[in-house]
């Protein structure tokens, strides 16, 4: 088993914002919106969307703690546990992100145009937390 380090990313708020516009477009391009049931058509675009979201999430909170796993990935666990210890907002918002953004729809991919649109506020939440997080850091 091969272990790929990361590189280092020059501004990963801005990368992380960068994942955000292309699940939007994904969204808004590909997975057509009934605009009289305000569901989208094609689940999935959904669910491509809703990873996009999820690892644009994983790589700012990945720079912000500077989390890094020498035997491989990283579970859900092991972010509630150092997100948890520093800041139980965020906490918050990344618990209702897995929910939304990787459960909802990127496994489920659920049609709701609401979930979506709730995924994509609350990965914007997360990325301006952190944002603020690292400038402090700084």
């Known amino acids: 088993m091969s272990i790929f380090k990361k ?18 477009e994904l969204l808004d391009g590909k997975a057509r919106l009934d605009t009289e049931t305000q569901a989208y058509q094609d689940r999935k675009y959904i669910r491509m969307a809703g990873n996009t979201l999820w690892n644009g999430v994983l790589l700012i909170l ?29 906490l918050d918002m990344v618990n209702r992100g897995y929910d939304t953004m990787h459960l ?11 979930i979506s649109s709730a995924g994509i506020r609350i990965a914007n939440d997360i990325i301006d937390r952190c944002e603020v997080m690292l400038v402090k850091a700084a």
């Open 7 to 24: 590189e280092p990313i020059a501004d990963p708020v801005a990368e992380a914002r960068r994942y955000v516009q292309n699940a939007k």
């Open 62 to 90: 990945d720079t912000t703690f500077q989390l890094e796993n020498k035997k491989g990935r990283l579970s859900i666990y092991d972010y509630r546990n150092v997100v948890g210890q520093r800041d139980k907002k965020l």
């Open 104 to 114: 909802a729809m990127g496994y489920d991919g659920n049609l709701e145009k609401a």
